[in-house]
Structures are given as C-alpha cells and as structure tokens.
C-alpha cells in the first residue's frame, strides 16, 4: 500500500501562530466583538473557523466606523497610519505583529529618519517585495510613502537612480535565492563610489524551508502542497517543490483532490506554506487514505 507523509515542518510560523493564539484568548477574554484588520492568515478555511469563533475581518475603511472597537492586527504589521487613526477613534489595538516584522519595521524607520537628518544625501529606501502586500505596506509606512518598491529585475532600472546612495530590504518571507540576485543586479548598476548597502532581512524559519521542502518534494512520487490562493509564501515555496519534482500539486483544500494524481505511485507527501494550517494537511491526508 502506498505510504503518506505530511512533512513535519510545514505549516504556520511562529508570527501566524502567535497572532492566532491572540485572536483566540481575546475570543474567550470577552464576549465583546473583536475585529481583525485584513485576514488573519492568507487561508480561506482557517478564516473561517476563526470567523465562526467570533472573528470578524475588516477593512482599513472600516475602521472609521468602529470607535472604540477592538482591532487585532495581524502578524504581517501596518504602517504608521492604522496606529495613527485607532488613537483618533479610540479604537483597543491588540496588536500582533511578528517579531521579525515589527524589527524590519524598525530599522526601516531608523534609515529613513537618517534620510531626513541629512536630505542632501539623496539615500534611496528600497525594499524588495511585492507591491500590495500587507506586509510590503507597512514597511513603506515606515517612510511615509517614499520607500522604492521593486518585485524583480526587471523593474530596476525604471524605478531607481544609481548615481544616488541606497539602502536596500526585503520583505521577511521573499527567498534568499531573490534577495542575492537583487543585490548584484543594483551592485552592478550603481554608479563609482556611490554608496550601496544591502540588508539581509529575510526570515530564516520561512528562508530555511526551502531547501528542505526542496528534499521532502524529491523523497515522494507525487506531493500534494497545500497553500491558501492568497499566499504569496505559498506560491513561492509550491515552486521549489515543482522545480524537483514535477509531480507536485497545489491544493486549497482536500476538496481539490484528485484521486488520478497518485495512480500508480508509492509515496504521497502532504506540505504547506507557512500560513497553511496542520488541520487542513491532515484532512487532504485523509482523503488519498480514503481512495489508496
């Protein structure tokens, strides 16, 4: 009979899993509503056991209507502005913003600060991400607005000016791989002289992942990963996955499925994306035991 394995290490990192332990002490504290800023997590089923436990997600616009409202921010961090504007309507913060974040957040702030000191330095914020995200948003928040945001090579040149100093970031959840490419593509550009500084500011629990979903993925005959559509970490890492063993699937939940995808094969790995949580595996686990 064929074997199924959910990979020990995949599943929520410790900012998801500790803005969720919030979110469900606060539940239980009170009856009173409580409100999180944009999904909790970027899985559909794990917000919608959180919304039956009393979770409701909101909006930024929302928040003018809901003074003095309880507001959990989520584990990806808000700019400036969310803090600025729950003072105005009286609003209770419980703030869960990873760790990780919230020092990223920091040290962009310090660098532009730094920026403003001496404006006749032209320093350049850069951040390497994904335009939108909510993560990406708070770290620009950092700079009321002015920090550079780049996805890939191709937007460097159209976006920054290499006769000028920059600082350069990531976003904690982009891959180690990306950030090194970015980092000799704008060494190579810059103009003599001009000052180049780059920060390594990429979460190891997610950047560690990779190669070794890289090793689980080619250790099975077809892998099922496991990934919220709205998962940027999912995305990235299903690739890795992909990349050594074509015949890697992704699944949202067990519903998506196929039984013909593991015709004939005698190993069936399970793994997700650090915002997929270990329930939702072990049910996609239990739907090819229900069919092998």
């Keep these: 009979m064929p074997t199924v394995e959910i990979d020990a290490r995949s599943g929520f990192c410790h ?22 800023l944009g999904d909790i ?38 700019p400036p502005s969310t803090y600025a504007k729950a003072a105005e309507k009286g609003i209770e913060i419980v703030d869960a913003t990873c760790p990780v974040v919230l020092r990223l957040q920091q040290r962009i702030k310090a660098t532009y600060q730094e920026s403003l ?31 550079i945001v780049v996805e890939d090579l191709s937007q460097l040149d159209g976006r920054i000016d290499f006769s000028r100093p920059i600082a350069l970031y990531s976003q904690t959840t ?3 791989e990306g950030l090194a490419s970015m980092v ?21 629990q997610v950047a560690n992942r990779v190669a070794h979903l890289r090793e689980f993925a080619s250790a099975h005959d077809v892998v099922l990963f496991v990934a919220g ?28 499925f196929s039984p013909a995808w593991i015709a004939g ?5 399970i793994c997700g994306a650090t915002s997929t949580p270990r329930w939702l595996m072990e049910q996609v686990a239990d739907a090819v035991k229900a069919v092998i």
């Design 184 to 204: 000799s593509a704008i060494s190579e550009r810059m103009h003599p002289g001009v000052e180049f500084r780059s920060y390594d500011t990429i979460c190891r």
């Design 15 to 36: 900012g998801v899993v500790t803005a969720i332990r919030k979110a469900e002490e606060e539940l239980s504290r009170t009856p009173e509503p409580l409100y999180c």
């Design 229 to 256: 559509a709205k998962s940027s970490n999912g995305k990235v890492l299903f690739n890795e996955c992909r990349d050594v063993n074509a015949n890697t699937y992704l699944i949202s939940r067990a519903a998506d």
């Design 174 to 176: 982009k891959s180690l």
């Design 117 to 147: 000191a001496s404006p006749e330095s032209g320093l350049q914020i850069i951040i390497y991400g994904k335009a939108g995200h909510a993560e990406v948003n708070g770290l620009v928040g950092q700079t009321d607005g002015t920090a």
């Design 265 to 269: 094969a005698e190993t069936i790995g």
């Design 41 to 78: 997590v970027h899985n559909g089923d794990e917000v919608e056991r959180l919304q039956r436990a009393g979770l409701a997600t909101i909006t930024h616009a929302d928040l003018d209507r809901l003074p003095g409202a309880r507001v959990l921010l989520r584990a990806h961090g808000e």
